[in-house]
C-alpha cells in the first residue's frame, strides 16, 4: 500500500549535511553515484557549487509524520543557466526581454553532469510525481520562475508529463555491450572499413605512451594535482569555466573510492592525459577529460576506447560518453534519448515553450534516427 503524499511535507536545506548520508543514500540507492551523498557532497565541500558558481544548494527531502525522509532530490537554487548542458537560455532572454525575471529557478540536476539518471529519489512505493508536486510548491514560496527537472529517468519523464510537466528530448551516444568477450570481439561487429579505422587510431594514439585505469588507493594527491593541469587545459581550450576546484578531486577520490575509474597516459612514467569516469553498477559514466601534449587519437584512446575495454572486463553492460559528439558513432556509440521536464509559472511563457517543445521532439526523433543509419555496426549483406 503507498503512502498518502498529502501527509508529507517537504523542506529544502542549504547543505547535503542536515540531511545526512544514510537517509540521503537510502533514497538514492546505489546504482547511479552521481546523486550519491559522496558524489553530491564533494561538489558542495570543495566549494564547487554555491555562490561562486551560481548554483545554490536547496537540497530537497520529504518527511512523513514521524519526521523520516522517504525522498529527496538534488536541488539548486539558479541565478544563472551554466553548467546544465540543457539549455534554455532562449527561454530567458525571451521572458526578461518581455519584462519577466527568468532568475531564480529551481534546478533539480547533478552540477555540471549531463549525466541520465533519477532525480526524484525516492524510498520504494513512495510516487515520484509526488515530490515534483512538492517542488512545484515550494518553489513558489522562493519566488522561482520555474523548475527544470534535467537529465532524470524516461519513466519520471513519463510519470511528470502526465501531470502537466513540459517534456524535453535530447540525444546523447552510449555504447551497448553485447556480450563481447574483449575488445576485439567488439571489433568483429563492425564493418570492416569502421574496423579498420578503430584499430589505427588507436595504434597511433598508444605509439610511447602506457595506460593505466586508476581507482581507490591510487588516486593520490599528485595524481590529482596531474589531472587537474588537464582539466584546466581542456577549458582553456573551450573557453569554458572553471566549475570545479582542485579540492573537489581529492574529496571525490576519498568518498567514491573505487568508484572512480581515472584513465591516465603516461610518457615515460610521466602523466600526459587522463579521462575521469565514475563507475554505476551497469554502467562507466564518463566526465571529464584532458591533454598536456598533442597526440593524435588520444582523445578517442582514453575516451571510448580504454572505457569500452574497462566496461567488457568489468561484465558493465554500457559506457555512457557525456555530452554532444556526433564523432562517436564512428567509434561505436549510438544516439539515445535523454530527458528532461518542467514546470514555468507564467502562463504564457509556458505556452510558448510548450509550442517550441512539441515541434522539437519529433525533430529530435528524425535527428536521431537518421545518426543510427550512420552506426559501424555490420548490417545485414556486409561483408566480414
Not at 160 to 180: C, E, I, M, S, V
Not at 198 to 207: G, L, S, T, V, Y
Request: with cysteine; net charge neutral.
Amino acid at each position: 500500500m503507498r503512502d498518502d503524499p498529502s501527509k508529507f511535507t517537504l523542506e529544502l536545506y542549504p547543505a547535503i549535511a542536515e540531511i545526512g548520508q544514510v537517509a540521503w543514500d537510502r533514497c538514492a540507492g546505489d546504482d547511479n553515484p552521481f546523486v550519491s551523498y559522496g558524489f553530491l557532497s564533494a561538489l558542495e565541500d570543495s566549494g564547487s557549487v554555491g555562490k561562486r558558481s551560481g548554483w545554490f544548494p536547496r537540497y530537497a527531502a520529504l518527511k512523513n509524520t514521524l519526521g523520516e525522509v522517504v525522498a529527496v532530490a538534488p536541488a539548486y537554487a539558479k541565478t544563472n543557466s551554466y553548467g546544465e548542458y540543457v539549455f534554455d537560455h532562449g527561454w530567458a532572454n525571451a521572458f526578461e526581454q518581455g519584462g519577466g525575471q527568468y532568475y531564480p529557478k529551481l534546478q533539480v540536476a547533478v552540477p555540471f553532469s549531463p549525466v541520465p539518471g533519477p532525480r526524484l529519489l525516492c524510498r520504494p512505493d513512495f510516487p515520484a510525481e509526488a515530490v515534483g508536486d512538492a517542488l512545484i510548491k515550494m518553489a513558489q514560496t522562493l519566488d522561482c520562475s520555474s523548475v527544470h527537472i534535467t537529465f532524470c529517468s524516461e519513466a519520471e519523464w513519463a510519470l511528470l508529463g502526465k501531470a502537466g510537466w513540459l517534456q524535453r528530448l535530447g540525444t546523447q551516444f552510449h555504447w551497448d555491450n553485447q556480450g563481447y568477450r574483449n575488445f576485439d570481439d567488439f571489433l568483429a561487429a563492425l564493418s570492416s572499413r569502421k574496423r579498420k579505422a578503430i584499430k589505427r587510431e588507436r595504434r597511433d594514439a598508444a605509439q610511447g605512451l602506457t595506460f593505466k585505469a586508476l581507482s581507490g588507493a591510487d588516486l593520490t594527491p599528485a595524481v590529482w594535482d596531474a589531472f587537474y593541469q588537464f582539466y584546466l587545459s581542456t577549458v582553456d581550450r573551450k573557453w569554458g569555466g572553471v566549475y570545479l576546484t582542485r579540492a573537489f578531486f581529492d574529496l571525490l577520490g576519498e568518498r567514491l573510492g573505487e568508484e572512480v575509474v581515472l584513465m591516465m597516459a603516461e610518457r615515460d612514467g610521466k602523466p600526459i592525459a587522463g579521462a575521469l569516469n565514475l563507475r554505476g553498477r551497469e554502467a562507466l559514466y564518463g566526465r571529464n577529460w584532458g591533454s598536456i601534449e598533442d597526440v593524435p587519437f588520444l582523445h578517442f584512446e582514453l575516451c571510448y576506447y580504454q572505457a569500452i575495454d574497462y566496461a567488457i572486463a568489468h561484465g558493465l553492460k554500457r559506457v555512457e560518453a557525456g555530452a554532444q559528439g556526433e564523432h562517436k558513432i564512428q567509434r561505436g556509440y549510438t544516439p539515445k534519448p535523454t530527458y528532461s521536464a518542467h514546470w514555468i509559472f507564467h502562463r504564457g511563457l509556458s505556452d510558448a515553450v510548450a509550442k517550441f517543445l512539441a515541434a522539437e521532439r519529433p525533430a529530435i526523433l528524425r535527428a536521431m534516427a537518421e545518426l543510427d543509419e550512420d552506426s559501424p555496426y555490420k548490417k545485414l549483406g556486409d561483408a566480414a
